[in-house]
């Protein structure tokens, strides 16, 4: 039973756009939420997270929102660029279960010059 | 800091070899984890620990055993390799204190094969 999905393996994006990605969740109890940013033959590496105290978080060109009542969340990248072409995880928490992450199946950004 | 180390990086291993699989953190992190990672697959945990002495079952751990010994070294040993096991693995670590982030860090992987 997949409890974090990421419908879409791939999006691609033309430079300067705006990217969406996009995570839908199943367990209720999910609590806390990431989203990871890997390169090919590297590790996943960590970009920006949201409690479900909240319903927005921004870093940069980096957004990430929270719709608990939908258990949808998204990441939007804005203005995309080149070099934000990787695969991009989306993780869930639930406090009982300490640190212990959820993965989704990861979608594929590709950003076109 | 080098963050969290793997070794190897590459291995082939024969159905029914064992090995294992090396991990260390130099960030005295408390939280250690493996992943593994199937093709077109998100990142499943097989086994994590919470400190030095204490170990724990994660979603996948068939297969696997692992200790921790120490703050720093959280190896995972396989000991009679199935090509099912062929993936690329993944030790991370995270400081986890009351209301901590969850933020975890991760090694660079290795890729197994197990034919």
């Known amino acids: 039973d997949q409890q974090v999905k990421q419908n879409s393996p791939s999006l691609s994006v033309q430079e300067g756009r705006i990217s969406i990605l996009n995570c839908d969740y199943t367990?209720?109890?999910?609590?806390?939420f990431l989203w990871y940013k890997k390169y090919p033959a590297e590790g996943p590496t960590f970009l920006i997270s949201?409690?479900?105290?909240?319903d927005k978080n921004e870093d940069g060109r980096f957004t990430v929102f929270l719709n608990k009542s939908a258990k949808h969340l998204s990441l939007h990248i804005v203005p995309s660029q080149p070099g934000d072409s990787a695969v991009y995880f989306c993780?869930?928490?639930?406090?009982?279960?300490?640190?212990?992450?959820?993965f989704g199946t990861g979608t594929r950004l590709a950003v076109r010059p | 800091n080098a963050g969290v180390t793997q070794t190897p990086k590459f291995r082939i291993l024969k159905i029914g070899q064992s090995m294992t699989l090396q991990c260390t953190q130099d960030?005295?992190?408390?939280?250690m984890y493996w992943y593994r990672q199937d093709p077109g697959m998100g990142l499943k945990l097989i086994y994590y620990?919470?400190?030095?002495?204490?170990?724990d079952k994660g979603e996948v751990p068939n297969g696997y055993n692992v200790s921790r010994s120490t703050t720093e070294d959280f190896p995972l040993r396989l000991e009679l390799a199935a090509p099912s096991q062929t993936s690329v693995y993944f030790c991370?670590?995270?400081?986890?204190?009351?209301?901590?982030?969850?933020?975890?860090?991760f090694g660079p992987g290795t890729r197994l094969t197990v034919t």
């Open positions: 991370a670590s995270s400081y986890t204190a009351t209301g901590g982030s969850y933020e975890q860090y």
């Open positions: 949201i409690s479900s105290i909240k």
């Open positions: 620990s919470v400190g030095a002495g204490i170990t």
């Open positions: 960030m005295n992190h408390n939280y």
């Open positions: 993780a869930a928490s639930e406090w009982s279960s300490g640190d212990k992450l959820t």
């Open positions: 367990n209720s109890m999910f609590d806390y």
